[in-house]
């Protein structure tokens, strides 16, 4: 089948071993994929990754339990031991023995069929589109930060990142959160967030003044960390959705001084995004780039870490 390998390069390739089903997994046949931050991350290096990429799709599954045999499918990252302490706990995401689809010790979707556990799967609605259902993943760990910090509407939120995830970021917290600023660098990318009443500003037109009660990071770039710290209030929040290559180098000193409470962000409930899709209470129209076949995945790479495009889908079907 043919398959996105990342092997010290990304390569296109045609031969890839087509995936097995077992009792407890089931084959997906891809219709579309999406290209995200980290996936970009991971070609520079991040969590040495080799493999097939790819963890953000949409399929058919065509093999596996027979309720699930047809069925339009999305599904969650995180393949679990459902034995260990996080497992047990509650914690499934952090099982101790995961593999991730396309980031960690587990092919993922940048191909014509990807091996999911079935206990991941999910049903997308008839109503979500393929290019909607595709953007679930990102969706719900958008949706997660709803789980960890509690909004209310009187806050003063900023969403630092104008692309892909901080786009879905202000477009879920705006429905709780009036007063939403989206700060990026890209005209084009806020132009998408200003037509559906989302306050925007460019980052060199920003002035960081330490009053926001929630700051979200979600530039992919170490320096949003530094710029968040000088956004938050005294005892504000900051929640973290970068992930990159490399290391963080900065003091930490201005966190305890002003006693900012520091949250780590990852995925998120897949129900909830599938939800709020298939009731339309968050618009993703505008955000898909561009369509490219799985033959492109150079051009798609490329055209994704490009500063005008936020998203990019591989159409495998």
Not at 171 to 193: M, Q, Y
Request: glycine share 8%; hydrophobic share 45%; proline share 4%.
């Amino acid at each position: 089948m043919r398959a996105v390998e990342f092997a010290d390069r990304l390569t296109f390739r045609h031969d890839w071993p087509d995936p097995k089903a077992t009792s407890q997994e089931a084959v997906v046949r891809v219709i579309r994929a999406g290209i995200c931050r980290t996936d970009l991350e991971i070609v520079k290096g991040y969590m040495n990754f080799r493999g097939v990429l790819g963890h953000e799709f949409v399929g058919r599954v065509c093999q596996g339990p027979a309720r699930w045999l047809d069925q339009r499918v999305v599904a969650e990252i995180n393949c679990i031991c459902g034995h260990c302490d996080m497992c047990t706990g509650g914690l499934r995401n952090h099982c101790r023995k995961r593999t991730v689809l396309g980031i960690a010790g587990r092919d993922g979707a940048f191909a014509d069929k990807v091996l999911v556990p079935v206990r991941n799967l999910h049903p997308v609605p008839d109503g979500v589109s393929d290019d909607e259902a595709a953007m679930v993943e990102p969706l719900a760990a958008a949706f997660q930060l709803v789980h960890q910090i509690r909004f209310d509407k009187m806050q003063r939120v900023v969403v630092l990142g104008d692309g892909r995830l901080g786009q879905l970021v202000a477009r879920v917290l705006v429905r709780i959160c009036p007063n939403v600023l989206l700060v990026g660098r890209h005209a084009e990318k806020l132009a998408l967030a200003d037509r559906l009443h989302i306050q925007t500003v460019r980052v060199d037109e920003f002035t960081p003044r330490q009053e926001a009660d929630v700051v979200v990071e979600a530039t992919g770039a170490p320096a949003g960390l530094e710029l968040a710290c000088r956004t938050v209030r005294p005892r504000g929040t900051i929640a973290l959705k970068s992930t990159y290559a490399g290391r963080q180098p900065m003091s930490i000193s201005g966190i305890v001084v002003d006693e900012i409470t520091v949250v780590g962000s990852r995925c998120g409930p897949f129900s909830d995004a599938l939800d709020a899709l298939a009731r339309h209470e968050v618009d993703l129209s505008n955000l898909i780039g561009r369509h490219l076949p799985l033959e492109k995945a150079q051009e798609a790479f490329d055209l994704a870490a490009r500063g005008d495009v936020v998203k990019v889908l591989f159409d495998v079907s």
